[in-house]
T-cell receptor, first 113, second 114 residues
Framework: DADVTQTPRNRITKTGKRIMLECSQT?????MYWYRQDPGLGLRLIYY???????NKGEISDGYSVSRQAQAKFSLSLESAIPNQTALYFC????????????FGEGSRLTVL | DQQVKQNSPSLSVQEGRISILNCDYT??????FLWYKKYPAEGPTFLIS?????DKNEDGRFTVFLNKSAKHLSLHIVPSQPGDSAVYFC?????????????FGQGTTLQVKP
């Protein structure tokens, strides 16, 4: 089983729908992140959390919200999806001793029509 | 404005030869740099990193070079193998050294031909 698991792996939805992407990890890391990948732009940080009570906005947080339900779970929500949120979303974790060395999930491909 | 740039979208090399992937950055506050490798349908995986206090870090076939004055880093893979074919992202972080708040480049697709 993967150390960082994302669900769903693929989702097609319509404009205006609420979408939740879930992430769970078994690595025991405190730090969790949500990144978005777009062609030609690399990965961009949406939100990050350094522990259960800590939530921080990243580079592109507008239109997104997150919830850190437990040390192992970090979910990303799109309250009202729009087509330019079509992207590949990655959850990642890191250990506080090597915080830049991220462990990524396999990604969730979201298409907003 | 892209703070970390990988200006070569793709690179093709012969098996056994050296692969050199380049990355430029604009933010002088960046103090930690990393390379990630990504295969199709998988998440990126950490490859190698370097602190701004160093100019070289080596791990097996992979070496990262940092030129702070030029705001440039490069990843050398010697010898290249077909299994190295993947997308390579460079990334940087600023402040407090190594953090998970990374700024990524656009990626370079490396193809190693047998």
């Amino acid at each position: 089983d993967a150390d960082v698991t994302q669900t769903p792996r693929n989702r097609i939805t319509k404009t205006g729908k609420r979408i939740m992407l879930e992430c769970s990890q078994t690595k025991g890391h405190d730090r969790m992140y949500w990144y978005r990948q777009d062609p030609g732009l690399g990965l961009r940080l949406i939100y990050y959390s350094f522990d259960v009570k800590d939530i921080n906005k990243g580079e592109i947080s507008d239109g997104y919200s997150v919830s850190r339900q437990a040390q192992a779970k970090f979910s990303l929500s799109l309250e009202s999806a729009i087509p330019n949120q079509t992207a590949l979303y990655f959850c990642a974790t890191s250990d506080q001793l090597a915080p830049g060395e991220l462990f990524f999930g396999e990604g969730s491909r979201l298409t907003v029509l | 404005d892209q703070q970390v740039k990988q200006n070569s979208p793709s690179l093709s090399v012969q098996e056994g030869r050296i692969s050199i992937l380049n990355c430029d950055y604009t933010n002088s506050m960046f103090d930690y740099f990393l390379w990630y490798k990504k295969y199709p349908a998988e998440g990126p995986t950490f490859l190698i990193s370097i602190s701004s206090i160093k100019d070289k870090n080596e791990d097996g076939r992979f070496t990262v070079f940092l030129n702070k004055s030029a705001k440039h880093l490069s990843l050398h893979i010697v010898p290249s193998q077909p299994g190295d074919s993947a997308v390579y992202f460079c990334a940087a972080s600023a402040g407090s050294g190594n953090t998970g708040k990374l700024i990524f480049g656009q990626g370079t697709t490396l193809q190693v031909k047998p």
